[in-house]
């Protein structure tokens, strides 16, 4: 069971499988904290956001979280399993862009699921026409893309009207979004792995909503399940 205290208090159960079982380990290094500029407070929500994790489906709280807006977009008041075996999310057009975490083997088999990934596929110019998809979903992706409007000006052309955009990427409430371009380069994954995939584009802050209306979606919902260690993103293409 975790033992680690989160701020904010904690789910009760996991929003993807119901399971009641956590636990909890430190992802963030120093190097990255010094990099990032985090004070002790952001590491430890950051920390909480990435490693706390369902032992029964292996969801960290990010995921969880993204978990619960997708169910909320489609008003489904239970958890993510159970929806995924309806008929609605059956009919549905789903694109997932570059590994949403754990979330992927759960909706795998969905006869309308399509997956994409860098460096194959670039957010920027995504490989569908207009008007494809019903729901569009990414995490923690945002933040290594360059242009990161483009990109999702890219996800609101390829959502059907009434489709839903739902997405986390580490937000950072104290500060406002700044963009790592003129600084020294800095990694997420692990430290000393420096993939390119992995380098950081953009932190975001408090802000982060300007990301999506600049794309042109008309409004942007931020939720949450424990505050402020993470928080989803959702907005709905009219
Ligand atoms: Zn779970």
């Given amino acids: 069971m975790m033992t680690h205290p989160l701020p904010g208090?904690?789910?009760?159960?996991?929003?993807?499988?119901?399971?009641?079982?956590?636990?909890?380990h430190d992802v963030l290094w120093q190097g990255l904290i010094d990099e990032w500029e985090l004070s002790a407070e952001e590491a430890a929500y950051i920390d909480v956001q990435q490693g706390f994790t369902c032992t029964s489906c292996g969801a960290n709280l990010r995921a969880m979280?993204?978990?619960k807006g997708i169910c909320g977009s489609q008003g489904w008041p239970g958890k993510l399993k159970d929806w995924l075996s309806?008929?609605?999310?059956h009919r549905m057009q789903l694109l997932e862009i570059n590994d949403a975490f754990t979330l992927g083997r759960h909706w795998r088999g969905l006869p309308g699921y399509r997956f994409v990934q860098y460096p194959e596929?670039?957010?920027?110019?995504?490989p569908f026409q207009d008007s494809t998809f019903d729901l569009v979903v990414h995490s923690d992706a945002l933040e290594h893309v360059e242009q990161p409007?483009?990109?999702?000006?890219?996800?609101?052309r390829v959502l059907k009207p009434g489709g839903t955009l739902a997405?986390?990427?580490?937000?950072?409430?104290g500060r406002l979004n700044r963009t790592r371009?003129?600084?020294?380069a800095s990694y997420h994954g692990r430290p000393g792995d420096h993939l390119e995939d992995h380098r950081v584009e953009t932190e975001f802050g408090a802000d982060v909503w300007t990301t999506v209306l600049e794309a042109g979606?008309?409004?942007?919902?931020?939720?949450?399940l424990v505050y402020p260690a993470s928080i989803a993103v959702v907005a709905e293409k009219e």
């Fill in 9 to 24: 208090g904690q789910p009760g159960v996991c929003t993807v499988c119901g399971s009641c079982e956590f636990s909890y």
């Fill in 65 to 67: 979280t993204l978990a």
């Fill in 86 to 89: 309806t008929e609605s999310a």
């Fill in 121 to 126: 596929v670039d957010m920027r110019w995504l």
């Fill in 149 to 156: 409007v483009v990109a999702l000006k890219e996800c609101h």
């Fill in 167 to 173: 997405f986390t990427v580490p937000v950072i409430i």
């Fill in 181 to 184: 371009q003129g600084l020294p």
């Fill in 217 to 224: 979606f008309s409004n942007c919902k931020l939720l949450t």
